[in-house]
């Protein structure tokens, strides 16, 4: 059991150029989110998913584009990269909850992203 | 909107203190929760604790304790004896009752703690 996932661990970019990053999950969990980590701005939200096929903005959405086509899976793609960007970006997953509300978020290792 | 703020950024203690970090949210819900991490040196985030908004216990695990104070929109965590593993950053977050689905976090800019030996 790997809980989840995130590849690649480290990435440089160019201004402009586009990539993927993928997030994976093997504890069957609904809901995928994705997040960036800047210094002293704790974690925010990018974009976030509630089951297969469904996405929703977070608080920082713009740049980034989503989608999750399996439940396991849920990638997050930079199409034309900015120095803005730099950051540290992390997965969640957590289960769809017995109760309505916020549950437990595991969080992938991170993937550190440099735009030059 | 929801609003975590974490005001200490940075604690420096000598190993074996008790240290208390402190939380404060703004939500306009009356059902939320409120979660505490670590983030370690080696950057991944390791959940403490959950806590829901109609819940005003105090817990203790080990060392750690949490106050939930709804009166104050406080949720603070203090480590007793402290030790050096206990250097990291500590976020504090909210979470939202939304119904349909969970709609992510809400982070405070969190709080590095250093344990001085």
């Known amino acids: 059991n790997a809980g989840v996932t995130q590849t690649p661990k480290f990435r440089v970019l160019k201004t402009g150029q586009s990539m993927t990053l993928l997030c994976a999950q093997d504890?069957?969990?609904?809901?995928m989110y994705w997040y960036r980590q800047d210094p002293g701005m704790g974690l925010r939200l990018i974009h976030y998913?509630?089951?297969?096929?469904?996405?929703a903005k977070g608080e920082v959405p713009d740049g980034y584009n989503v989608s999750r086509l399996k439940k396991q899976n849920f990638l997050l793609g930079l199409e034309s990269a900015a120095p803005s960007q730099t950051s540290v970006y992390f997965c969640a997953s957590s289960p769809l909850s017995t109760y309505r509300g916020s549950g437990e978020q595991y969080f992938g290792p991170g993937t550190r992203l440099t735009v030059t | 909107a929801q609003k975590v703020t974490q005001a200490q950024t940075e604690i420096s203690v000598v190993e074996k203190e008790d240290v208390t970090l402190d939380c404060v949210y703004e939500t306009r819900d009356t059902t939320y929760y409120l979660f505490w991490y670590k983030q370690p040196p080696s950057g991944e985030l390791v959940f403490l604790i959950r806590?829901?908004?109609?819940?005003?216990q105090n817990e203790i695990s080990g060392r750690y304790s949490w106050n939930f104070q709804k009166s104050t929109s406080s949720f603070n965590f203090t480590i007793t004896a402290s030790q050096v593993v206990d250097s990291a950053v500590y976020f504090c977050a909210l979470g939202r009752d939304s119904g349909g689905g969970a709609d992510g976090l809400t982070f405070g800019k969190g709080t590095h703690l250093i344990i001085q030996p």
């Open positions: 998913s509630v089951g297969e096929g469904t996405t």
């Open positions: 806590r829901n908004s109609f819940d005003e």
């Open positions: 504890m069957n969990h609904e809901y």
